[in-house]
């Protein structure tokens, strides 16, 4: 099993749809949670940190459901600029490491 | 300021041969990461240097691989022989506090 599950995708979206990511986690000393994004051939760039109480920057809203290992991603009026692939990131519980699910693409067309 | 840099961007090498893989993290920055993503799986943590010293090499997958960070400021990464699965993209971070900052990788084709 991996560290970190998350539906690969493509989710295929039109603009201005509401998108929903899902990830469960196996490690549960795991203490830090992110959102990742990578475009084609480009490095990861922090997204968003996920904490307990959930937050929220804008269109995204990250939340933590540490009893069920799950964190979650929703994107609201999708642009055509949020196409990417969305990492779901954890530490290992050493604070230091982080673990990488392998991303779900998303593909907003017009 | 200058983010996370890596070279070569891209490198093509046959088996057996060397290749060393160079990153300049951000100026200041103690922590420095070394990870990588081979076709089809996900980004995977390799090393993690704490100024000189090497804190976590956990995730170094055999002793073909060597990494330097001599005084503390840049870092390479050497593949000595490469093989076939090591083509992939390396992906250097580095971060001072919670943060890490990737740079845009080394693209590693070895044929």
């Known amino acids: 099993r991996k560290e970190v599950e998350q539906d690969p995708g493509p989710f295929n979206v039109p603009e201005g749809a509401t998108v929903a990511f899902n990830c469960t986690y196996s490690?549960?000393?795991?203490?830090?949670f992110f959102w990742y994004r990578q475009d084609c051939r480009k490095e990861p760039k922090l997204l968003m940190s996920v904490y307990s109480s959930g937050n929220e920057d804008g269109r995204f809203t990250a939340q933590l459901n540490r009893a069920s290992q799950y964190i979650s991603l929703l994107i609201r009026d999708s642009k055509l600029s949020d196409s990417a692939t969305y990492l779901c990131?954890?530490?290992?519980?050493?604070?230091?490491?982080?673990?990488f699910g392998t991303g779900t693409r998303l593909l907003v067309s017009p | 300021e200058a983010g996370v840099t890596q070279f070569p961007s891209h490198s093509v090498i046959e088996k057996g041969q060397t290749v060393t893989l160079r990153c300049d993290p951000i100026s200041g920055h103690d922590n420095l990461y070394w990870y990588r993503r081979v076709m089809g799986k996900e980004i995977k943590f390799l090393l993690h240097?704490?100024?000189?010293?090497?804190?976590?090499e956990s995730g170094m997958p055999n002793n073909r691989f060597l990494a330097e960070r001599t005084g503390g400021t840049y870092s390479t990464l050497k593949v000595q022989p490469a093989e076939l699965e090591d083509s992939g993209v390396y992906f250097c971070a580095s971060s001072q506090d919670s943060t890490i900052y990737f740079g845009e990788g080394s693209w590693l084709t070895v044929v």
């Open positions: 240097f704490v100024k000189e010293s090497k804190q976590d």
């Open positions: 990131v954890v530490n290992d519980g050493s604070f230091q490491k982080l673990v």
């Open positions: 490690n549960s000393a795991s203490q830090s």
